[in-house]
């Protein structure tokens, strides 16, 4: 049961944070200046691929989802920190997203 | 206005229809005689990926978001077409989720 | 006979396409400016995920293919232009690629 | 220099890796009989799209390129062991190749 719950939120979170990361991936190449932002772009779209490849994890009851989401905390997490250090509002979203993100997936991943 | 109504709503029935053809792939492959669902697995995979494609597209507001979700539309009908012909609820969730993905892309490819 | 030799031509085409629009991605945010180097940094995902998607396509004999090429064709060209009006040489070999790729593509989906 | 050919060799083995895998899962739903194939399938989808991943990681030079391919020969051996075990052509080239990317991902995590 609280497996099944812990499955529900990770995917959740996992769908949330791909689009965050989708959308700060865009919106930073829409910056004035983004020669600061390269990390950011850069994990974004790892980000964003990772948990669209964990989502299909959950749903197909993947014997590898708990290892799937184990690195895509980690990469969540990673996301996380880089977007948090830039004031612009989509970073910060992307963060926020991310971190959520990522504690789901320990817990899953646990 | 209409513009981004329509891309909203399309935004949200290709993830619902990402979720339905994953899920739908994987019970599929659980039913204990899958020999006349092969169509279904193989186009439940086609439209999941086109679907995550489409939207990747959207979010980052892409040129080709309009040509990406006219293919999207009709890799979607020929998947509810096929699943519709199944009677397991995962095919008949899936038919419907895709139904819906297809009249949303064709309005956002319109 | 020639529908053979021009999926194995497209397949590896795709591939090659791929490839160079990751490293070109990758290369971009290396720049030390890359703010003119938006549309080429976004084009290289799409165009990299598009080829990805049109692999599997032709290799699982979709009944599609010839519709996903044709997109891929579009995405390919619009990537090779962009990629061409940059003198790196990542930017350059990228184009190759894509301009390849899109003729390719072409005659798969004619 | 032992480390660059480890990484050109781990993207040439997760190239065809996933190559295999693509046409093992297309030719495993066209047996007349797929049943016993369940997993094969299954497998074959969830490798594909981990190796498909692993490329984008070592062709960006993702700081999580060792981690991801420590998941990937994971998952590759798995799909290896899994088609071992079915006597098609398909099943059995998809193994070995399969198992050649385990190894290639094992070198290049350590």
Chains 1, 2, 3, 4 share one sequence.
Do not use: W, Y
């Not at 983004?34 to 490849?53: G, P, V």
């Not at 920190?81 to 992307?94: I, L, P, R, S």
């Amino acid at each position: 049961m609280v497996q099944l719950q812990n499955s529900q939120a990770c995917l959740e979170a996992c769908i949330s944070c791909m689009e965050a990361c989708n959308r700060c991936f865009h919106q930073c190449l829409s910056e004035q200046n983004h020669d600061e932002l390269s990390e950011c772009i850069r994990l974004d779209r790892e980000c964003a691929d990772m948990c669209a490849f964990a989502v299909r994890a959950i749903e197909a009851e993947s014997p590898f989802a708990a290892e799937i989401c184990a690195l895509c905390a980690g990469i969540c997490e990673a996301c996380a920190k880089e977007c948090q250090m830039h004031d612009h509002d989509h970073c910060q979203a992307c963060a926020k997203a991310c971190f959520t993100c990522a504690e789901a997936c320990r817990k899953m991943a646990a």
